[in-house]
């Protein structure tokens, strides 16, 4: 369900909006005083230097300013009236790269993902530069080889993200990514390191390190110098993984998702402190991928995070507003209060699309803009419409349709695709149906893609066509994010069709026999690693051996390994390991509501014990909902099973036939049969009637 996101990439600065206070130049100008003040400032030293930029004063900048920090997290606040940028933050510090075996085999070092968040990040990684101890410059080279090869160097910028920075490398890399969306091209070219006289004349072998220093964040220049593997003590690193652990965790607790990765990071290592940033000390991917128990990466939605080992990133109950501009209008208040986060851009955008269709009567663009089934006040109609009146005399002066025949197609894509999710969104609110009956991270899903689309929307409302390749990539990354609307768009029908029904067929067979007053409850049962899910609907007397049972026949498994499940208690680092006779009603009872399944020590499952579910006739045990293929028992685990998918999707013929081997006969990536695992969990009733089991 996750659509390659070919455009736009996470970008720095983020996307400009229209604004009715604080110019375009205004906002550049704040950005540039960023990238160039190092020491604490206060908003009134950004507010004079950017009101020099603009032809007329800005009473209100530096409240605009302050709008602008808070909302798209771009510098520290250090107090009430003190600031900090990254750079003068980030400047000097010291941080920790451990060259691969490929890497030292190869003579290259790939810096891909790992200078974050000692970077810029308006430069992409082939932009760094490095220095041998602040000496001589490390020449660059190119590298070639399967795109999958060079994966895991980018994977700390997101999973959904690899392909457009690996595409950024070079032209041929970008056309060969947008020939075909669906596919990995066969072979890719990135610039890498030439490192060769620096392995050989010091004698690097695996497990030596590089303490790297940041000497021009703005510029990313860096400077490397060779660390042996027992040059630092294991208690000195132990003390380093226990500070980056509390600091990870206390910028998920202060700051939830955040907008991507980079976010996490970068303010992971400000809560983090100075010791974050000093030696002895981990590399980022060591922490992140080997390190660390404590933290993992999750699917949110169509992208990934970095969050709490064994726990979901809660889901909203409406559209977060990822478009939502920070300094709102009117206009703009009016439309989000409706849950329609946009921007006064996207009504230009859609006033450009009316244009195109040869439209000139404002109830169309209305009713595209805020579909019927919200139901604005009359006052707030009369604002939009007014404003949208206006907005289309002032832009058909110069409006030409010839001009915009290339542009026009895509504009009316998106603006129906955006339509489309508000209105979705929009009918959801509206159903009487607890968010646990809905897809997994439902709302997440649908404020990406109205976030992506909105941007689009607000990059195709520019006076200037953008550039074929532009328009062309914008059209390729459209296709698929058509293609993820309609996919949840399936499952919420689905899942909207299972509540009205009741939620469940009943299940023929015997029943356990619990009392009247047992309290029915919905599981959340994922995978970790992969993007397999299920909603199972238990009482709270359901033992943890008959917990095994069903999760066992969720994923089509045979019980042919050792299992257990933990937890871990309120206050304590420790984790609690449950015995097969402890029901849930048990665990809830200790203040607890999430559980992991282990199983023959290669599958970690996580149970979410969810909101206890209302009196509805003809109950039994069983799923309700689910997505993604289960792997099979056998594979080797998470990381395996995703080698083997993207083999059988984008292998060789030979890689593919091995792949269709390991994963087995009937293997459907991304098919859950729900009937077939119901049927599994009827003759596991059945067959308990008298040994327990159900």
Same mark, same amino acid.
């Given at each position: 369900?996750?659509?390659?996101?070919?455009?736009?990439?996470?970008?720095?600065?983020?996307?400009?909006?229209?604004?009715?206070?604080?110019? #375009?130049? #205004?906002?550049?100008?704040?950005?540039?005083?960023?990238?160039?003040?190092?020491?604490?400032?206060?908003?009134?030293?950004? /507010?004079?230097?950017?009101?020099?930029?603009?032809?007329?004063?800005?009473?209100?900048?530096?409240?605009?300013?302050?709008?602008?920090?808070?909302?798209?997290?771009?510098?520290?606040?250090?107090?009430?009236?003190?600031?900090?940028?990254? &750079?003068?933050?980030?400047?000097?510090?010291?941080? +920790?790269?451990?060259?691969?075996?490929?890497? %030292? %085999?190869?003579?290259?070092?790939?810096?891909?993902?790992?200078?974050?968040?000692?970077?810029?990040?308006?430069?992409?990684?082939?932009?760094?530069?490095?220095?041998?101890?602040?000496?001589?410059?490390?020449?660059?080279?190119?590298?070639?080889?399967?795109?999958?090869?060079?994966?895991?160097?980018?994977?700390?910028?997101? $999973?959904?993200?690899?392909?457009?920075?690996?595409?950024?490398?070079?032209?041929?890399?970008?056309?060969?990514?947008?020939?075909?969306?669906?596919?990995?091209?066969?072979?890719?070219?990135?610039?890498?390191?030439?490192?060769?006289?620096?392995?050989?004349?010091?004698?690097?072998?695996?497990?030596?390190?590089?303490?790297?220093?940041?000497?021009?964040?703005?510029?990313?220049?860096?400077?490397?110098?060779?660390?042996?593997?027992?040059?630092?003590? !294991?208690?000195?690193?132990?003390?380093?993984? @226990?500070?980056?652990?509390?600091?990870?965790?206390?910028?998920?607790?202060?700051?939830?998702?955040?907008?991507?990765?980079?976010?996490?990071?970068?303010?992971?290592?400000?809560?983090?402190?100075?010791?974050?940033?000093?030696?002895?000390?981990?590399?980022?991917? =060591?922490?992140?991928?080997?390190?660390?128990?404590?933290?993992?990466?999750?699917?949110?939605?169509?992208?990934?995070?970095?969050?709490?080992?064994?726990?979901?990133?809660?889901?909203?109950?409406?559209?977060?507003?990822?478009?939502?501009?920070?300094?709102?209008?009117?206009?703009?208040?009016?439309?989000?209060?409706?849950?329609?986060?946009?921007?006064?851009?996207?009504?230009? @955008?859609?006033?450009?699309?009316?244009?195109?269709?040869?439209?000139?009567?404002?109830?169309?663009?209305?009713?595209?803009?805020?579909?019927?089934?919200?139901?604005?006040?009359?006052?707030?109609?009369?604002?939009?419409?007014?404003?949208?009146?206006?907005?289309? $005399?002032?832009?058909?002066?110069?409006?030409?349709?010839?001009?915009?025949?290339?542009?026009?197609?895509?504009?009316?894509?998106?603006? =129906? %695709?955006?339509?489309?999710?508000?209105?979705?969104?929009?009918?959801? #609110?509206?159903?009487? +149906?607890?968010?646990?009956?809905?897809?997994?991270?439902?709302?997440?899903?649908?404020? !990406?893609?109205?976030?992506?689309?909105?941007?689009?929307?607000?990059?195709?409302? %520019?006076?200037?066509?953008?550039?074929?390749?532009?328009?062309?990539?914008?059209?390729?990354?459209?296709?698929?994010?058509?293609?993820?609307?309609?996919?949840?768009?399936?499952?919420?029908?689905?899942?909207?069709?299972?509540?009205?029904?009741?939620?469940?067929?009943?299940?023929?067979?015997?029943?356990?026999?619990?009392?009247?007053?047992?309290?029915?409850?919905?599981?959340?049962?994922?995978?970790?690693?992969?993007?397999?899910?299920?909603?199972?609907?238990?009482?709270?007397?359901?033992?943890?051996?008959?917990?095994?049972?069903?999760?066992? @026949?969720?994923?089509?498994?045979?019980?042919?390994?050792?299992?257990?499940? &933990?937890?871990?208690?309120?206050?304590?680092?420790?984790?609690?390991?449950?015995?097969?006779?402890? !029901?849930?009603?048990?665990?809830?009872?200790?203040?607890?509501? =999430?559980?992991?399944?282990?199983?023959?020590?290669?599958?970690?499952?996580?149970?979410?014990?969810?909101?206890?579910? /209302?009196?509805?006739?003809?109950?039994?045990?069983?799923?309700?909902?689910?997505?993604?293929?289960?792997?099979?028992?056998?594979?080797?685990? @998470?990381?395996?099973?995703? &080698?083997?998918?993207?083999?059988?999707?984008?292998?060789?013929?030979?890689?593919? &036939?091995?792949?269709?081997?390991?994963?087995?006969?009937?293997?459907?990536?991304?098919?859950?049969?729900?009937?077939?695992?119901? =049927?599994?969990?009827?003759?596991?009733?059945?067959?308990?009637?008298?040994?327990?089991?159900?």
């Amino acid at each position: 369900m996750r659509y390659r996101a070919v455009y736009p990439l996470v970008s720095w600065p983020p996307v400009v909006y229209h604004k009715t206070y604080m110019d #375009q130049r #205004q906002e550049e100008a704040v950005y540039d005083f960023l990238e160039n003040v190092t020491e604490p400032f206060q908003l009134e030293q950004v /507010s004079s230097y950017a009101q020099t930029q603009a032809s007329k004063r800005n009473s209100r900048l530096t409240v605009e300013i302050a709008a602008l920090f808070d909302s798209r997290k771009i510098a520290f606040r250090l107090d009430e009236k003190r600031w900090l940028s990254r &750079r003068g933050y980030f400047e000097t510090a010291t941080f +920790v790269i451990s060259p691969t075996k490929l890497e %030292l %085999l190869n003579g290259i070092l790939i810096p891909g993902h790992r200078c974050i968040p000692f970077a810029n990040p308006a430069l992409l990684p082939n932009e760094y530069t490095f220095y041998w101890e602040g000496g001589l410059q490390v020449p660059l080279t190119t590298t070639e080889g399967p795109p999958e090869d060079f994966y895991p160097f980018y994977f700390i910028f997101g $999973e959904e993200y690899i392909p457009q920075y690996i595409g950024r490398e070079n032209l041929e890399n970008e056309a060969s990514f947008l020939d075909n969306p669906y596919e990995e091209p066969a072979e890719v070219s990135i610039r890498t390191l030439d490192m060769r006289n620096i392995y050989r004349e010091l004698g690097f072998v695996p497990g030596d390190r590089f303490a790297v220093q940041t000497l021009d964040w703005k510029e990313g220049r860096f400077s490397l110098k060779k660390i042996s593997k027992d040059d630092w003590a !294991q208690k000195d690193l132990d003390e380093w993984l @226990a500070c980056a652990e509390k600091a990870f965790s206390d910028s998920f607790a202060m700051l939830g998702s955040g907008a991507n990765t980079e976010e996490q990071i970068t303010f992971a290592y400000w809560y983090g402190g100075r010791r974050i940033m000093e030696t002895p000390a981990y590399s980022l991917e =060591e922490f992140l991928f080997i390190k660390t128990k404590k933290i993992e990466t999750v699917p949110y939605g169509i992208e990934t995070r970095f969050w709490f080992s064994g726990m979901e990133i809660p889901d909203s109950k409406g559209l977060i507003g990822f478009a939502a501009p920070y300094d709102k209008t009117v206009i703009e208040d009016i439309l989000i209060a409706n849950n329609i986060p946009v921007s006064e851009f996207v009504i230009h @955008a859609y006033v450009l699309d009316a244009l195109f269709r040869g439209e000139n009567d404002v109830d169309d663009v209305m009713n595209r803009l805020v579909p019927p089934v919200i139901r604005l006040k009359k006052a707030e109609f009369s604002l939009i419409a007014g404003y949208i009146i206006d907005s289309m $005399e002032e832009i058909k002066q110069d409006y030409s349709l010839f001009l915009d025949k290339k542009t026009g197609p895509v504009r009316l894509r998106l603006a =129906e %695709l955006h339509t489309a999710v508000i209105e979705l969104a929009a009918k959801l #609110q509206k159903e009487e +149906v607890e968010a646990s009956w809905l897809p997994k991270h439902t709302f997440i899903v649908l404020s !990406q893609l109205q976030g992506h689309v909105a941007s689009l929307l607000e990059d195709l409302a %520019l006076e200037d066509a953008p550039p074929d390749a532009e328009l062309e990539a914008i059209d390729d990354s459209l296709d698929a994010m058509i293609e993820t609307y309609s996919d949840v768009k399936e499952m919420i029908e689905g899942s909207l069709d299972n509540f009205r029904r009741n939620n469940l067929r009943v299940i023929h067979g015997r029943k356990k026999h619990f009392s009247a007053s047992d309290t029915w409850r919905l599981l959340q049962i994922s995978i970790s690693g992969i993007n397999a899910w299920r909603q199972a609907l238990v009482q709270e007397s359901c033992t943890m051996a008959e917990l095994h049972a069903i999760i066992q @026949a969720g994923m089509g498994w045979q019980a042919q390994g050792e299992y257990r499940f &933990r937890c871990e208690s309120p206050g304590s680092r420790e984790a609690q390991f449950l015995h097969d006779k402890m !029901q849930l009603g048990d665990v809830l009872s200790f203040g607890l509501n =999430e559980i992991v399944y282990e199983y023959n020590g290669r599958w970690s499952v996580k149970v979410i014990i969810m909101a206890a579910q /209302s009196a509805i006739k003809n109950k039994a045990v069983g799923f309700i909902a689910g997505a993604g293929a289960s792997p099979p028992e056998s594979v080797g685990g @998470a990381v395996r099973f995703c &080698r083997l998918l993207e083999m059988l999707e984008n292998g060789s013929d030979a890689e593919k &036939r091995a792949a269709a081997g390991e994963l087995g006969d009937g293997f459907v990536p991304g098919f859950f049969d729900m009937e077939k695992c119901n =049927e599994k969990v009827a003759q596991g009733l059945r067959k308990g009637e008298g040994d327990g089991v159900f």
